[in-house]
Every structure is written in C-alpha cells, then in structure tokens.
C-alpha cells in the first residue's frame, strides 16, 4: 500500500461549524503533515508530526487543531473557519530519515 | 525574498522540444533538493531527487550547484503528457519542505 488517504474530498462548511479532515497511510511513515493550497500557490506547510508528536506548527491560527491519534492517522480539526480558509488541504507522510513526502489527493475545503 | 524562488511561466513549448526550468534557494543549510510535478487540481507527485553530481531518469534531467544555490531541471523530448506545473522544493532543518511557487508549462501539439 503506497498511498496516503484522505477524507473526504470535498467539504463545504458554515462559518460556525466543526469537522474534521482525516489522513491515513499504512507506509509505516513516521512523520505525516498537514499542508493548505490556495488556488495557483504551492503548497504552504502548516503541520508535521513525528512519531506521532507535533514538531512543527508553523503559526496556525488555532481554528485549525490538528491530532495524530496512531502512527497511521492524522486529522486536522477545524472550528470557527473564515471564507478565506477555503482551500485545498493536503495530507503527506515521509519515512523518517527521508525527505520524500507522500501527498494524499487532497480535500477540497469550501468555507461559506 | 522567497525561499525557494522559480519562474511561474506559464511556458508554452511545441511537443518534441527541449524545456529547462530553473529554480534558486536562499537557505544555505538545505541539504535536499526535489522536482515535484502538479497537475491540474491534483495532488504534488515526487518527479525526482536533484544531486550535486546530476541525476537523469528518462527523459528528466535534474542538477544541483550549491555554490550558486541554483537547481534546474531539464526535460527532453517533450510530450504533451508532460503538461502541468513543476515545484521545486528545498528541504530546511529534518522535514520542512519549502515549495517554489511552481513553473506552468504546457506542451503544444
């Protein structure tokens, strides 16, 4: 299995609502990251992880909490968004020691 | 000054042709370099890794210089499957990949 799984693939939400985006892969990668996309941007860090602890946060704003309850998944929960949250929010893993990271496809985050 | 700067392009080159795409970082202390390809509203997929002494797979040439803080990647014999916008990424400290902001390239038949 060498993919990494998101769900779901879309998600339209209410400024007031909760959710969450979930990850997993079955890789055995020990660390897993939460990246957002905006339309005709690169990807743009905003979470890692390894073995299962968060090592970098780069100053996310706290509506979006992230979680790493096993080895294998990774969700990021999200409270309170603002319409300019709305983007492609993208999932990866890399086996420690390597830099190659893994993408899932991606859920496509629509904030109304 | 961004980190990892690329031209956006957009590039647009007839099929069959020879296309180098160059990218410039300005951490000194990146250790690993990588070609990602985007297709249109699809995840990045890993292309390849760039080393100092030049790396090829297929058609795809990548090259490091540290001493410019320079990569390029070169792609040969175009095919109109190679459409979609290139990332280079510079990795910083154990796992932050830094993405460039892409070079678009479309692949004319």
């Known amino acids: 299995d060498t993919e990494v799984t998101q769900t779901p693939k879309h998600l339209v939400m209410g400024m007031t609502n909760k959710k969450s985006l979930k990850c997993e892969q079955h890789m055995g990668h020990r660390a897993m990251y939460w990246y957002k996309q905006k339309a005709k941007k690169p990807p743009e860090l905003m979470f890692v992880?390894?073995?299962?602890?968060?090592?970098i946060n780069e100053s996310v704003p706290s509506r979006f909490s992230p979680e790493c309850p096993n080895s294998s998944l990774l969700n990021l929960h999200l409270h309170a968004l603002q319409p300019e949250d709305s983007a492609l929010y993208l999932c990866a893993s890399s086996p420690l020691g390597s830099s190659e990271a893994f993408f899932g496809q991606g859920t496509r985050l629509t904030v109304v | 000054r961004k980190e990892v700067e690329q031209d956006p392009g957009p590039f647009n080159v007839p099929e069959g042709a020879t296309v180098a795409f160059n990218c410039t970082y300005s951490n000194s202390a990146s250790q690993s370099f990588f070609w990602y390809r985007q297709d249109c509203r699809k995840e990045p997929k890993l292309l390849m890794s760039?080393?100092?002494s030049g790396n090829e797979d297929g058609r795809f040439t990548a090259q490091l210089n540290r001493a410019s803080q320079y990569i390029s990647l070169l792609i040969r014999d175009s095919k109109l499957s190679d459409s979609a916008t290139y990332l280079c990424v510079a990795i910083q400290g154990a796992q932050k990949l830094v993405f460039g902001q892409g070079t678009r390239l479309t692949i004319n038949p």
């Open positions: 992880y390894s073995y299962e602890k968060l090592s």
């Open positions: 760039v080393y100092s």
